[in-house]
């Protein structure tokens, strides 16, 4: 379970983007939303220690993480996926998903019982993803990679690492409809098959719609928070859209 309590966040130069977040997520897949510049990139990289909180706390299935750092909190079972997906010249995508795995064995086994993920191992995670693994395994991950396929090579990072807690920050931003249509396919896969929680900063309503529940920011505050059944009409009410 992830609780925040009273969490707020100012910048250094004194702007107060997060004022008092009190929130208990224990479900598998939350969906984060609201309007842009409300504070939902800022609250997912406050969980993740990408940023320290200003003020409060939070724990992650009881322990305090307030002041870990993003390293331990990844060592906790925290992942963390960019709106932009991060390159690395010289990497593979074999060894990055050998490091993502080896990494996650502390919380869940790996598809490849918790071992040095082998190729087989590595295959299967990039099928699931709908990659042609012989396509991908031996890439490095660089410029000619396309920001879709990116996007689906760190889910499967995420995916190969099994942690408690996984983050996406607008994983739809800056990929084509057909990419986004297998996105889609991917998170309803892992709502079906992850045993730690997911939460996803969006605004797309597709993928609003296959969370079990949906918090909404504004200003910096939580604006609503509850069953997407309940919320998701709502926020569509008289707009078309979810926020």
Known sequence: MLELNHVGYTTEDGMEILHDITLKIDER????????????????????????PTKGSILLDGVDITNMSITDRAKEGISFAFQQPVRFKGLKVKDLLKLAAGNGAKYLMSI????????????????QEGLCARDYINRELNSSLSGGELKRIEIAMIRARGTKLSLFDEPEAGIDLWSFQNLIKVFEEMHETNHGSIIIISHQERILDIADKIVVIKDGNIDKYGDKDDILPQLLEGTGSPV
Do not use: E, H, M, R
């Open 29 to 52: 897949f939350v969906a984060v939303t609201g309007p842009n510049g409300g504070g939902k990139s800022t609250l997912a990289k406050v969980i993740a220690g990408i940023y320290q």
């Open 112 to 127: 490849a019982s918790g071992k040095t993920l082998d190729i087989a191992g590595i295959c299967d995670i990039l099928s």
